[in-house]
Every structure is written in C-alpha cells, then in structure tokens.
C-alpha cells in the first residue's frame, strides 16, 4: 500500500479530472484505485462506487439550489426508475463479476476505456 498522502494526491487529482470534464468517476476512480493505491480489481470496484456515491450526493445537493434558482426541477419519476434499474444492474454485475478472474476484469475495463474514450472524443 502506497503511502496516504500519496493516494490522497492521486484522489485530487482524479477528482479534479472529474470535476472538469465532467464524467469520469468510475472510469478514473478505478484505474488510479488499482494503479496507484494497489487495490485489488474487485475491491477497487467497490470502493470507486461509494466515492462516487458520496461525490454525487454533495454534487445533488448544489444543484438542487442551481434548479430551484432557474425555476426548474427534478424528473422524480425518471429518476426513481432510472436508479431502480441501476441498482439491480449493480447487484447483477456484482454477481457475474465474482465469477471472472481480476487478469480478465483488468483487461476488459482497459478495453472498455479505450473504447469510451474514443467515443466520448468523437
């Protein structure tokens, strides 16, 4: 395990990448997690999920006051729905990645990154 002051520099970092482009959060938590902090895939997995968890709490909180100043809201049902799926995607995903090796998650979220980027770019 690296050193706090050095994870905590790497988090900034990741943070501030996030904070600026705007996505990212699970795509640059969890490399920095494993990469540099040395976590394992599937706990790095689950530790980017409550980091973000906790990101966006804070970051719902603000624009609540953005909405409410623009004269705007929340689609609550949209968001109700959206979030009971994402839920149940995270308990399956969980389940069918207990059952792949770490060398091949690496792997496939490498692939998927490349991917995504190459999309978010175009």
């Known amino acids: 395990m690296r050193a706090y002051w050095k994870v905590m520099l790497d988090g900034f970092g990741a943070g501030m990448l996030t904070g600026l482009v705007g996505v990212g959060g699970g795509f640059l938590i969890v490399p920095v997690l494993v ?5 394992p895939m599937h ?6 999920l409550f980091i ?3 990101e966006r709490a804070s970051g719902f909180a603000k624009y609540m006051d953005v909405l409410s100043d623009s004269g705007l ?10 979030s009971i799926i994402g839920i149940a995607g ?3 995903g969980g389940k ?17 990154l490349v991917v995504m980027g190459v999309v978010i770019l175009g």
Do not use: C, E, N
Request: no cysteine.
């Open 73 to 82: 809201s929340i689609h609550w049902d949209l968001m109700l729905v959206f």
């Open 52 to 54: 973000i968890s906790v």
């Open 96 to 112: 069918v990645g207990s059952y792949v090796p770490q060398a091949r998650l690496k792997r496939g979220f490498a692939l998927f």
């Open 35 to 39: 990469l540099l902090g040395g976590l």
């Open 43 to 48: 706990l790095a997995i689950g530790t980017s």
């Open 90 to 92: 995270s308990f399956v």
